[in-house]
């Protein structure tokens, strides 16, 4: 097929490379423009899909929008049967859906109509879903309301929102060109109502811990926010980012350091962070930090 590729983070990268591999044409691939970053914070970045694409060869297009006509009109003339998108971040117009001859597919991490939105990961982990999956969605106006060609599922475990991340990007991106090899036998069925929620986009300020919270709650908290943003708790006024925790055993006031190997007791239960990295520092075990940076029992955070 004649394909328009739009996505941005790394998440999308598979997508795209599965699409050449399975010798489609992308003709393009729209992303977001280069962000400040760098070591300095200063110089412009490309996204993870801008630097791909251009390695192989397709030409890149990174639109502040695709509401005015200009834009809509460079997009319908390069004729594409489909464009496939994933994490774009970009809302698409009415005209930009319907100028593919088959419209626009996109990739979703989640499992159709949970979790609609931006965070469908972390926000799935975060309520303690037992699964999730990725979706193979026919894009129309509504946020993530469209009617979805095929899905698929996984058990959540213990994974963090990082390695859920990988493996629902490598999944969109086989069912993506299993859909594309034969959209007759992929039919779009329409979502229901019934157990819709909404991902809303992750705030900065809900990774600080809160050890009121059960230690079941908080353990999920951590492995919603690794890699990013990073749960963090303060201790003698530096911050340190835990990404990874157990369940330990343990009951005391929330926020009481419980026993020398950083035991904290929570609003239920007590967790044990084992992988930690202080402001500035590398990540490590937690003995790693504590043999220079000791946090007695009785110290409350």
Not at 11 to 30: Q, T
Not at 49 to 69: C, F, K, M, Q, Y
Not at 136 to 161: C, F, H, N, W, Y
Request: charged share 25%.
């Amino acid at each position: 097929m004649r394909i328009v590729f739009m996505g941005t983070p790394e998440f999308a990268v598979p997508v795209l490379d599965a699409l050449v591999a399975a010798g489609h044409g992308v003709v393009a691939a729209y992303c977001q423009p280069p962000r400040p970053g760098g070591r300095r914070g200063r110089e412009l970045v490309a996204s993870p899909v801008h630097r791909r694409a251009e390695a192989l060869g397709i030409e890149v297009r990174t639109p502040t929008s695709l509401r005015d006509a200009e834009a809509q009109a460079a997009f319908a003339a390069l004729d594409a049967d489909v464009a496939v998108v994933a994490a774009y971040g970009l809302i698409l117009p009415r005209p930009i859906l319907a100028a593919p001859r088959h419209g626009c597919l996109n990739v979703h991490g989640s499992l159709l109509p949970r979790w609609r939105g931006a965070a469908p990961v972390q926000r799935a982990i975060l309520a303690g879903d037992r699964e999730t999956g990725v979706g193979i969605m026919q894009m129309e106006s509504g946020l993530d309301t469209g009617p979805v060609r095929l899905e698929g599922r996984t058990p959540i475990d213990r994974k963090t929102a990082g390695e859920l991340t990988t493996e629902l990007s490598a999944m969109g991106a086989r069912l993506m060109i299993e859909v594309l090899g034969d959209l007759d036998r992929y039919p779009a069925v329409a979502q229901v109502e019934d157990g819709m929620t909404y991902a809303t986009k992750i705030d900065k300020a809900e990774a600080r811990i809160d050890f009121a919270e059960p230690a079941a709650a908080i353990d999920r908290l951590v492995r919603a926010f690794n890699p990013a943003p990073g749960a963090w708790i303060e201790i003698a006024g530096d911050r340190v980012k835990i990404l990874a925790t157990e369940i330990a055993p343990g009951e005391g006031v929330p926020g009481m350091v419980l026993d020398d190997r950083l035991t904290i007791a929570c609003g239920s239960g007590a967790i044990r962070p084992t992988w930690v990295q202080r402001a500035g520092r590398a990540a490590g075990p937690t003995a790693d930090l504590l043999r220079g940076f000791p946090v007695p029992a009785g110290t409350r955070l």
